[in-house]
């Protein structure tokens, strides 16, 4: 079974570089803010509530993820992780983009495109 996802059956997955893989990774990924959203049942003692009042992972001094072992770089709430966590493509354009910055390589940054409204 592949972990990548089936281009035949996911429209987004044309642009998952198959050549990344999270075993070869930082978990840059787990420096990101993630929100909790209804569904998710992650332990009260991983979260902390932002000055908005929303809730999401809490994250340590320096940045990483409470819930990332940082002895293998591994969740350690892997099947009860976010959402936001499982929504994340592993190779797609966003995660690119969180490993070049890490790494320092120049021309990160995911393009966007803004429509002008000629009304």
Not at 90 to 100: K, N, S, V
Request: hydrophobic letters at 35%; proline letters at 6%.
């Amino acid at each position: 079974m592949s972990i990548h996802p089936d281009v035949a059956h996911d429209p987004y997955a044309e642009s998952i570089d198959p050549s990344v893989h999270c075993n070869t990774c930082e978990a840059v990924c787990c420096r990101l803010t993630v929100y909790i959203l209804a569904g998710d049942v992650v332990p009260s003692w991983l979260t902390v509530h932002d000055e908005h009042g929303m809730e999401q992972m809490e994250r340590s001094d320096d940045g990483w993820c409470v819930a990332l072992d940082r002895n293998t770089m591994r969740c350690t709430i892997y099947e009860a992780r976010p959402g936001v966590c499982r929504k994340f493509a592993m190779g797609g354009p966003y995660c690119r983009d969180e490993r070049d910055t890490w790494f320092g390589k120049p021309g990160g940054g995911i393009a966007i495109t803004v429509v002008a409204d000629h009304g």
